[in-house]
């Protein structure tokens, strides 16, 4: 008996791994390059481009010059969360990846993050959260790219507010992360 169950589970096996085998892959088409635009006479590369904060931005990346053309989503340098989180909203995420893509094509860049909150919590608990926020954004920089090493956070909590006024739509605009070049 024990001899036809060992027979059974070797066929069972076999026609298994007969099924599992390799397969080919099927052809893969040739697609032509996408040609560029024509307008009045002059050619111009396809670009993409983001939406962010309700303006249009193009993807200019990844050189010093960059860091400053009002064109170049690397020139948004503020993260804004919501009231009590340190989750980066999905709005965020272009800007987050287009700093990560700067900082892995640029070995010697470096930034900091400067983490914030609004003026409710205690001082403790406010700078807590700002380091919270700061490293969220270092996390998904680190993740698509940029080195541990060119990313440090500091936390100024409620200490460094850009809004002074006691209502939300002051305390909306101090719960940031600012990103900062210290090294282009």
């Known amino acids: 008996m024990k001899l036809i169950n060992k027979l059974a589970i070797l066929v069972l096996l076999s026609s298994l791994m007969v099924a599992c085998g390799k397969k080919k892959a099927p052809p893969v088409a040739d697609t032509p390059e996408q040609p560029p635009v024509v307008i009045e006479d002059t050619q111009v ?6 939406q962010y904060n309700g303006q249009k ?7 010093s010059d960059d860091l400053n053309n009002a064109e170049s989503l690397l020139s948004q340098r503020v993260i804004w969360f919501a009231y009590d989180q340190a989750t980066v909203e999905s709005d965020y995420r ?5 700093h ?10 470096k930034m900091v993050l400067e ?27 680190r993740a698509q790219g940029a080195s541990a090493g060119q990313i440090s956070v500091v ?3 409620e200490e460094k507010p850009v809004a002074l006024c006691n209502d939300d739509s002051c305390w909306s ?9 210290t090294a282009k």
Not at 100 to 109: I, K, T, V
């Open 45 to 50: 590369d396809p670009v993409t481009t983001y």
């Open 155 to 157: 936390s100024f909590g």
């Open 57 to 63: 931005f193009y993807d200019i990346c990844c050189d």
């Open 115 to 141: 983490g914030h909150a609004d003026e409710r919590g205690t001082p403790e608990y406010n700078l807590a959260l700002g380091e919270k926020r700061g490293k969220s954004v270092a996390n998904l920089m």
């Open 173 to 181: 605009q101090n719960r940031r992360v600012r990103i900062v070049y």
């Open 94 to 98: 272009e800007v987050i990846a287009i």
């Open 100 to 109: 990560a893509r700067y900082l892995s094509e640029n070995p010697s860049a």
